[in-house]
């Protein structure tokens, strides 16, 4: 699908995706890589540049695997760190010789290294004229229909999706607004369920893992993937 839109629109397919994603794309008819992040910048991507060549990753681990990456503290990224309880705004990181690629930003790196990026959606943070009538119900209803339009596109998946349900606000909504979809899942406990308190088994130790037409407890499993690319080098493809 991604491959598709990029081939209609080009470096503005990122404006036809909606939700979380991070791209990279090798283009070899015009010889250069395409990278983009989502809009709020949830998926990660992380990059580390030498002479010639430049790695990016799903994780940090994943690009460390390979070596040859400074990996003294950043003390920019420390501060953040420290100051924002964990978060590392991008393009640092925590450490020197890895940087993250910005939110909303797809960059696209020439064959003979040169780069350029732009940034293709930015919040306004202004009120829309449309809206200034509306009442606390009109808002609670407007909410709760995008809440539901958020689920519903996150349970088309090649994989059964999961949910932490930690038992706060969020999650619980979340878990809520599944059920209403159709959606049946299976409880996976942590080895603490045992040892919770019977009142909060269900919800402090329990992860559920849901998928249209499927009732039995399912369980997910991730893997970083990291790729290399040489402007010099045979252009290869990742995704």
């Known amino acids: 699908m991604i491959l598709a839109a990029y081939r209609r629109w080009g470096e503005q397919f990122v404006d036809h995706l909606v939700g979380m994603f991070a791209v990279a794309l090798v283009d070899r008819r015009r010889r250069r890589l395409v990278l983009a992040r989502d809009r709020l910048g949830i998926k990660p991507l992380y990059l580390a540049e030498s002479p010639g060549r430049l790695r990016f990753a799903s994780t940090l681990p994943a690009l460390l695997t390979a070596g040859d990456v400074d990996t003294t503290i950043d003390p920019v990224g420390?501060?953040?760190?420290?100051?924002?309880?964990?978060?590392?705004?991008?393009?640092?990181?925590?450490?020197?010789?890895?940087?993250?690629?910005?939110?909303?930003?797809?960059?696209?790196?020439?064959?003979?290294g040169r780069s350029r990026d732009r940034v293709y959606w930015r919040p306004d943070y202004v009120r829309d004229p449309a809206h200034a009538g509306m009442t606390a119900h009109d808002w609670s209803e407007t909410i709760g229909a995008a809440l539901r339009t958020a689920v519903r596109r996150r349970v088309v998946a090649d994989v059964p999706v999961g949910v932490l349900l930690s038992g706060g606000l969020d999650s619980s909504m979340i878990v809520a607004l599944l059920a209403e979809t159709g959606a049946r899942g299976g409880y996976r406990r942590s080895a603490s369920a045992s040892t919770a308190p019977a009142?909060?088994?269900?919800?402090?130790?329990?992860?559920?893992?849901?998928?249209?037409?499927?009732?039995?407890?399912?369980?997910?499993?991730?893997?970083?993937?990291?790729?290399?690319?040489?402007?010099?080098?045979?252009?290869?493809?990742?995704?």
């Open 78 to 112: 420390l501060h953040h760190y420290l100051t924002w309880h964990s978060i590392v705004p991008a393009p640092h990181t925590i450490l020197r010789g890895v940087r993250k690629l910005p939110a909303a930003t797809v960059r696209v790196v020439e064959a003979d």
């Open 199 to 239: 009142a909060n088994r269900a919800t402090s130790s329990a992860t559920p893992t849901w998928s249209r037409g499927s009732s039995g407890p399912r369980t997910t499993g991730s893997r970083s993937r990291r790729r290399a690319w040489s402007p010099r080098s045979t252009a290869r493809s990742a995704r």
